[in-house]
Every structure is written in structure tokens, then in C-alpha cells.
């Protein structure tokens, strides 16, 4: 069946490090893939999502590509904040339109230090 | 506007108790779901809703468990004869359609089995 497997974490950085979290899925069809973000004492957010191969999802500067060649899906951030610190989950819905459950990866949990 | 709400946020239970918990969708979204969060997890599909109708149930780990949505909008998750393992966060997830594939997430509920 579909699966998600996401870096084991937690990940310790240094404010203004540079960020890699690794998603790699395996899905059948051409699932639409999403990062989502739940920060400490809240519920999960939408942190970013591509429909299709080569798409580049973006936000609060934040990135993911949708690699289908190498079924991957790896969240980067050129520079993390304090602010940054939060649980990422890596997800994919299995079809694009009509889709139904979300299946996610385990989670990574982010501390930045100042 | 307002978002997916959950009451109650936090819920203890003997076991063997039964418990109710409650998901307000946002207004006019058409699909809902339910997920269970173990600790230290990823979220995990339970069951999904279409107005009314419920088209997937697999996700649902016994027949102690029972989901129902009777007017397309408020959605109740029922667990009965409660068991230690049942004691989880659940997330209460909607989409506005069937054709737009980001689900928008509710703060959960934590459930605590004693």
C-alpha cells in the first residue's frame, strides 16, 4: 500500500543553519505530496504541497520538489529561525482530485537554537 | 473565519467507559476525516466522510469504534467500552470539495485511558 517514510528524527540546528528533511513515498498512480507543520501546542497546518512531477512547493521560506523519478519529496529552508522549531510531517494523498485519507510519514521534530 | 473545531480538547476515561467526541467542520466543506495520532506518531487514517455519507470506514481499528456525520456537517466519533491503547489525539480534518485535496485540521482532541 501507500507509505511515507520521512528522516528519523530529532534534528537539533543552529539559528541560520541550513535545513534538509528527508521524504521519500511510495504510492502508486501520481499522488499529490504535502509538508505539514505542527508547531507546540498547536494542531497541524498546510506547510507547502506540489500536485504533480517537478512541481515546487513554497512558503515562509520553505521549499519541497516533487521528484518522482527518485519518488522523493525533501523539505529544505536555506536558513531556520527559533520560530522554526515545530514537528514535520511529510504526506501524500493517493490520487489528485477525489482523493481521500492523507498518509503520513512519522514525523521529524526540529529544535533551532539561538 | 473560523476553522475546524474539536470539543472536548482533552478527555480522560476509565476503561470500559464509552466517550463522544465532537468535530465542527468549516462551514459548507463537503468531505470530513478522522485520524488517530498515537504519541510520538504521524497521523493515521480512520474513516471519511462525504456530506453524509460515510465512504470510508478502514481505517477504523474495531467495531468499537463508530463515526457518523447524520446532516453532512457535525461529525461525532464514538468509542465504546474504552481499552488503554484507544488513548490517542484525534484529529478531526475537512475539504471543501471533491477536486481541492488540502485538508484543513482541527486542534484534536487528546483522549487519555486510565
Known amino acids: 500500500g501507500d507509505s511515507v517514510t520521512q528522516m528519523e528524527g530529532p534534528v537539533t540546528l543552529s539559528e541560520e543553519a541550513f535545513l534538509t528533511i528527508n521524504c521519500t513515498y511510495t504510492?502508486?498512480?501520481?499522488?499529490?505530496l504535502f509538508w505539514y507543520v505542527q508547531y507546540p501546542g498547536e494542531g497541524l497546518q498546510l506547510l507547502l504541497k506540489?500536485?504533480?512531477?517537478?512541481d515546487k512547493g513554497s512558503n515562509k521560506g520553505f521549499e519541497a520538489t516533487y521528484r518522482k523519478e527518485t519518488t522523493s519529496f525533501h523539505l529544505e529552508k536555506g536558513s531556520v529561525q527559533v520560530s522554526d522549531s515545530a514537528v514535520y510531517f511529510c504526506a501524500l494523498s493517493p490520487t489528485q482530485g477525489g482523493s481521500e485519507k492523507l498518509v503520513f510519514g512519522k514525523g521529524t521534530k526540529l529544535t533551532v537554537n539561538p | 473565519g473560523a476553522g475546524v473545531s474539536q470539543s472536548p480538547r482533552y478527555k480522560v476515561a476509565k476503561r470500559g467507559q464509552d466517550v463522544a467526541l465532537r468535530c465542527d467542520p468549516i462551514?459548507?466543506?463537503?468531505?470530513l476525516f478522522w485520524y488517530q495520532q498515537a504519541l510520538g506518531q504521524g497521523p493515521e487514517f480512520l474513516t471519511y466522510f462525504q456530506n453524509e455519507a460515510q465512504l470510508d470506514k478502514s481505517g477504523l481499528p474495531s467495531d468499537r469504534f463508530f463515526a457518523e456525520r447524520p446532516e453532512g456537517s457535525v461529525s461525532t466519533l464514538k468509542i465504546q467500552r474504552t481499552q488503554q491503547e484507544d488513548s490517542a489525539v484525534y484529529l478531526c480534518?475537512?475539504?471543501?470539495?471533491?477536486?481541492?485535496?488540502?485538508?484543513?485540521f482541527g486542534p484534536g482532541t487528546r483522549l487519555t485511558v486510565l
Open positions: 506540489a500536485t504533480k512531477a517537478d
Open positions: 504510492a502508486t498512480g501520481y499522488p499529490s
Open positions: 480534518a475537512s475539504r471543501p470539495g471533491f477536486s481541492y485535496n488540502e485538508q484543513f
Open positions: 462551514s459548507g466543506h463537503v468531505s
